[in-house]
């Protein structure tokens, strides 16, 4: 089946571009709330899913051994963007767990925030591992290798002992299988796996709930989402669309970008886990849909939706300022349940 088009992109009145993709939104009972497009398609979520990798952090107790408040939890879900305040809080999260940069596995790029990458050049320096925006996750990840006496060498491999308890807790959470058959390699290094949206928007919704999760997981689950919630700076960065989802839901609203046009959300108060997938893997794309997602969702509280739906349509303008388009939603949600 085609998937809708969820997303026009319009120059001088005409639209210019457009852009399918498919959206599941679930209860964490499997009650389909929502769904429009493929939703049974297995998609790679990438760091959609880094709030269930972390998992592992705090149920081993690695957290609370090495004294991790919102900040560092909230890094260790995050994909951000190489910021001073980022790289400072990753090096420390592995100074307490007895390490430093040279056990990081994931590969060191440019800060994605063009200031900070310009500002590094400047000074003569070049981007190590901590600038990776996977550098909080995998701090997390050794953080649990060293308090659990775990060989943290090739912790990124999915042979690996860290691995498969990661493994586990997608599995746990989201209910779909994850193996060799379904997997691939990330842009960090680790195991990807590709399962169905309904599958992890079913799991953003467990998580959100603590539903069918277990005491001690329910209880991580919360922790994780409590403490992105509250540092959102941290899960992103200045300007990034996690940060600013979350910023303008003060508590009320969970948001993480994936690569290649992935995002998934939640929104606890409603019981309801969100995922989504633009088929060309565009960015501008997905935040526009999730954005427009959660103000619909949030119908009822004008305020909040209104700062939502803002988000959710961008201007756009040429190197003079001029206006020249913008990207806006082109979709209506039903719930059908």
């Given at each position: 089946?085609?998937?809708?088009?969820?997303?026009?992109?319009?120059?001088?009145?005409?639209?210019?571009s457009?852009?399918?993709?498919?959206?599941a939104?679930?209860?964490?009972?499997?009650?389909?709330?929502?769904?429009?497009?493929?939703?049974?398609?297995?998609v790679f979520p990438?760091?959609?899913?880094?709030?269930?990798?972390?998992?592992?952090?705090?149920?081993?107790?690695?957290?609370?051994?090495?004294g991790?408040?919102?900040?560092?939890?909230?890094?260790?879900?995050a994909?951000?963007?190489?910021?001073?305040?980022?790289?400072?809080?990753?090096?420390?999260?592995?100074?307490?767990?007895?390490?430093?940069?040279?056990a990081?596995?994931?590969?060191?790029?440019w800060p994605?925030?063009?200031?900070?990458?310009?500002?590094?050049?400047?000074?003569g320096?070049?981007?190590?591992?901590?600038?990776?925006?996977?550098s909080?996750?995998?701090?997390g990840f050794?953080?649990?290798?060293?308090?659990?006496?775990?060989?943290?060498?090739?912790?990124?491999?999915?042979?690996?002992?860290?691995?498969?308890m990661?493994?586990d807790?997608?599995?746990?959470?989201?209910g779909?299988?994850?193996?060799?058959?379904n997997?691939?390699?990330?842009?960090?290094?680790?195991?990807?796996?590709a399962?169905?949206?309904?599958?992890?928007?079913?799991?953003?919704?467990?998580?959100?709930?603590?539903?069918?999760?277990?005491?001690?997981?329910?209880a991580?689950?919360?922790?994780?989402f409590?403490?992105?919630m509250?540092?959102p700076?941290?899960?992103?960065?200045t300007?990034?669309?996690?940060?600013?989802?979350?910023?303008?839901?003060?508590?009320r609203?969970?948001?993480?970008?994936?690569?290649?046009?992935?995002?998934?959300a939640?929104?606890?108060?409603?019981?309801?886990?969100?995922?989504?997938?633009?088929?060309?893997?565009?960015?501008?794309?997905?935040?526009?849909?999730v954005?427009?997602?959660l103000?619909?969702?949030l119908?009822d509280d004008?305020?909040?939706?209104?700062?939502?739906?803002?988000?959710?349509?961008?201007?756009?303008?040429?190197?003079?300022?001029?206006?020249?388009?913008?990207?806006?939603?082109?979709?209506?949600?039903?719930s059908?349940?």
């Open positions: 089946m085609d998937d809708p088009v969820l997303v026009e992109v319009t120059r001088g009145g005409r639209v210019e457009r852009h399918r993709g498919a959206i939104i679930f209860d964490a009972d499997g009650t389909v709330h929502t769904a429009l497009g493929d939703i049974d398609r297995p990438r760091s959609a899913v880094k709030s269930m990798q972390a998992l592992p952090l705090v149920e081993s107790g690695a957290a609370d051994a090495f991790f408040d919102d900040k560092e939890l909230a890094l260790a879900c994909s951000h963007s190489g910021e001073p305040a980022h790289v400072a809080l990753a090096a420390s999260m592995l100074e307490r767990a007895g390490l430093d940069a040279t990081l596995e994931c590969g060191a790029h994605s925030r063009q200031e900070v990458t310009i500002e590094l050049a400047r000074s320096a070049a981007p190590t591992a901590l600038h990776n925006n996977c909080g996750k995998h701090s050794l953080s649990v290798c060293s308090h659990c006496g775990i060989d943290h060498h090739g912790y990124v491999r999915m042979d690996h002992r860290l691995q498969d990661v493994r807790a997608l599995e746990g959470v989201t779909a299988p994850h193996g060799l058959d997997s691939g390699t990330d842009g960090c290094s680790i195991p990807t796996y399962v169905p949206l309904k599958s992890l928007a079913l799991g953003f919704a467990r998580m959100a709930t603590g539903t069918r999760l277990g005491p001690k997981r329910a991580a689950a919360k922790r994780l409590s403490a992105c509250a540092e700076f941290y899960v992103a960065g300007d990034r669309a996690c940060t600013k989802i979350m910023t303008a839901g003060k508590g609203v969970f948001a993480k970008t994936g690569a290649e046009g992935v995002y998934c939640a929104v606890p108060e409603l019981g309801l886990g969100i995922a989504l997938k633009c088929d060309d893997g565009a960015g501008r794309a997905s935040e526009t849909v954005c427009a997602v103000a619909h969702l119908r004008s305020a909040l939706s209104g700062k939502l739906a803002n988000l959710a349509r961008t201007t756009l303008r040429n190197w003079n300022g001029i206006e020249v388009g913008g990207v806006h939603p082109a979709f209506a949600l039903v059908t349940g």
